[in-house]
């Protein structure tokens, strides 16, 4: 069973900075969109950025101008750069793939209302763990 690998997580204070890579080595889509995903303790699963087929970032609206996403074709893997780190960006985050060139988020995912099903995306990771201390 093909399976993204995260990696990264950690615990840090306020202000703080973390980067989360995610290997899709094993993916073996023509072409993948491919996504960081959080979900806070007792809350349900949003997208924090998105990397379309040509590396096209799209990002939530709580993180832009905080986290960057980047994608290493030569090596399939996706990266989280996470600045000025808040409380609230505790939780699992998790990397995920699906076939087609684009990201495709919604306003409303973009804006943080519309949570992620686990059905909209074909591979996941295991996810890992960000803390954030104030």
């Known amino acids: 069973q093909v399976r993204l690998v995260e990696s990264g997580g950690g615990e840090v204070q306020t202000g703080g900075s973390l980067r989360l890579s995610c290997d899709a080595s094993?993916?073996?889509?023509?072409?993948?969109?491919i996504g960081w995903f959080h979900q806070a303790p007792g809350k349900e699963r949003l997208g924090t950025a998105c990397?379309?087929?040509?590396?096209?970032?799209t990002y939530a609206d709580s993180v832009k101008g905080r986290f960057t996403v980047s994608k290493d074709s030569a090596n399939s893997t996706l990266y989280l750069h996470m600045s000025s780190l808040k409380p609230e960006d505790t939780g699992m985050y998790y990397c995920?793939?699906?076939?087609?060139?684009?990201?495709?988020?919604?306003?409303?995912?973009?804006?943080?209302?519309?949570?992620?099903?686990?059905?909209?995306?074909?591979?996941w990771g295991q996810g890992t763990q960000v803390t954030v201390s104030s």
């Open positions: 995920a793939a699906r076939g087609g060139l684009r990201c495709t988020w919604s306003d409303a995912v973009v804006a943080g209302t519309r949570s992620i099903g686990q059905y909209e995306y074909n591979v």
């Open positions: 094993r993916l073996r889509y023509v072409s993948y969109s």
């Open positions: 990397v379309d087929n040509d590396g096209t970032p």
